[in-house]
């Protein structure tokens, strides 16, 4: 017998068999993790499943007669043995993937393109984000109360109306066909302003009829008029601001949740704002640039017109570079593996799907996060608009403010993304999605005192060569670009990863949901508080010190939804995790080969 195991290449015996140790190189985690199964003269392999697993077991705690001798052995032996001394061992053969400086080729194909489709779609958006607001507060017959009257009775109906539209071609389409059903038409709409709409915006606009209303309605309604005066201005303000809740959080970061995995995410998501905030320095130059072009134009042209044919021709030629991006990375890069155990969850209507989403804490935490942030934000930016407005009653002047305040925001927020990186792996999640919150309450409760106590502190402000007014401009200034710093650089890459380990339905009902509808509900909300506050103390200044306390409030409610969903984050995490390891386990196989021989 044992010189028919010598002739086989086996193993060789020794005279008198005895229960042999493992090779002190080959461990039994090597053992389980080989890859390699064989099937030689009575030797069978078992699968690392659970049930080959007790098979193992079973036969290890087993005797079995050997030899007629009367002590049984078992000989539990590797197929290779007699090759085992001209291998490396199993941790040594590794299949090293290429890298540049550390990171794998295949992350990069993922990671640049989506760093230049945020960098593109951030420099359309501070564009259009400037431009909407000079559009509508700066034109005749409008002023910055024309804001929440817009936020509440146009912008929230038509994202509720595109959320349902977008749920309805989520069910009929495949993910790139809707990527583009959605992009395109912004495209569209932005070239056609600026060379159709507002060129003929003398002849479509009904200034008459507005007049005519406002004489027998009352200043007092001079906001909802001024809705119906501009319209194509509006529709303009309102497709704008849908590029911030379309186009960035539901295309973007619903394709970069796709195709990253959560380790990438951690690493990766921070950063990709860092060239998306050197698209907002030079998107600040950009309208800077055509703000100061209007001033060297000749008398009776419409230097304003000229300014928007070029920056919505960048916004354009901006648009399909993100379509071509977007192409490229779905032909050239492959889909991560997620967890089979995740069940695919059957398709559902509008109202089920609403019902579905609210039902879950999850989802629910997630909405009051973007809800908070857009009542927070929306309670100071508007009361600082209508100051800048004060300061700055001329649209080239108002133009190039907004200019320099994008850059300055994009300053901020690339200095925040640098630290983004060590706060998310020194503190972990739950801080990092805790701070932006933090930052939002103390400077606006710093803008708010400036308001309420500027006539006392008037002097103390002359001496630095300022009235109060342009210090509530610049401090207020000072409060969006550290709150929008931190929600770019924390905010964003923290409720982006939340969405990473749900199942596929829930995220892409759930970020239309979220992103669609809650972020214009949020600001909407704060629009009608204003309102609330206006109508009932008179004025905006009247109505500060109530602001102020709804604010701490708000935000309040925001920090313990970002608590609870810290907890619940973690749980989804350590879940998905923990199944894909099993069905590590499951796809490997023993090389273990065991032989049970009788005397």
Known sequence: MEAVFQIKGLLSLPTNPRIRAFHPSHGLKQRFLSQKTKTVDGFSSLSATNHGFQKLHSFASSKVDVFGQKEKNLFICRAEAAAADEQPPLGEVEDKKPNFLGIEIATLKKIIPLGLMFFCILFNYTILRDTKDVLVITAKGSSA????????????????????????????????????????????????????????????????????????????????????????????????????????????????????????????????????????????????YFSNMRKSLGPGVDGWAVSLKGMMSIVVLFGFIICFLYWWVNKSVPLPTRSKKKKEKPKMTTMESLKFLVSSPYIRDLATLVVAYGISINLVEVTWKSKLKAQFPSPNEYSSFMGDFSTATGVATFIMMLLSQFIFDKYGWGVAAKITPTVLLLTGVGFFSLILFGGPIAPIIAKFGMTPLLAAVYVGALQNIFSKSAKYSLFDPCKEMAYIPLDEDTKVKGKAAIDVVCNPLGKSGGALIQQFMILTFGSLANSTPYLGGVLLVIVLAWLAAAKSLDTQFTALRREEELEKEMENAEAIEIPALVENIEG
């Not at 495949?174 to 159709?196: C, D, E, M, R, T």
């Not at 309605?217 to 497709?239: D, E, K, N, Q």
């Open 145 to 288: 109360e024309i804001i929440p009257f817009l936020k509440t009775w146009v912008n929230l109906p038509m994202a509720i109306g595109f959320m349902l539209l977008y749920t309805k071609l989520s069910n009929v389409l495949s993910k790139q066909a809707l990527f583009y059903s959605v992009i395109l038409p912004f495209i569209a709409f932005f070239g056609a302003f600026g060379f159709v709409l507002y060129p003929l915006s003398s002849y479509i606009h009904p200034e008459m009829l507005a007049d005519k209303l406002l004489n027998i309605l009352g200043p007092r309604f001079l906001g909802p008029l001024a809705i119906l005066r501009i319209w194509s201005f509006c529709l303009f303000y309102v497709m704008a601001e849908l590029w911030g809740s379309v186009v960035i959080s539901v295309l973007f970061w619903g394709f970069a949740n796709q195709i990253t995995t959560i380790e990438e995410a951690k690493k990766f998501y921070p950063l990709f704002g860092l060239g998306a905030n050197i698209a907002l320095i030079f998107s600040g130059r950009t309208v800077k």
